[in-house]
């Protein structure tokens, strides 16, 4: 490396809770809109740090997707094609 050249610093902006800004506190399992936004194409739950959850909004978010699962509301896998 050069020992004049400066190294750039990336701004990073901070993703903010969804549930917080909107002061809805209440993250139902039976309303499968809102938790199908938390849920990958293959079944699994995106992580805090790619959401940009809280850490009390994901850990309710987990409980209520596990909870629907459980009901049988959510899949806990994606459809696989099998021939």
Avoid at 8 to 36: G, M, N, Q, S
Avoid at 43 to 50: C, F, L, Q, S
Avoid at 69 to 76: F, T
């Amino acid at each position: 490396m050069h020992p004049r050249r400066k190294k750039r610093r990336t701004f990073h902006r901070r993703k903010v809770c969804r549930f917080c800004a909107e002061h809805t506190t209440d993250i139902d399992y039976k309303d499968i809109r809102v938790l199908r936004n938390f849920v990958t194409e293959r079944g699994k739950m995106i992580p805090r740090r790619i959401s940009g959850n809280c850490a009390r909004h994901q850990r309710r978010l987990t409980q209520a997707i596990k909870r629907a699962r459980y009901m049988a509301l959510m899949p806990y896998t994606a459809m696989t094609a099998s021939s």
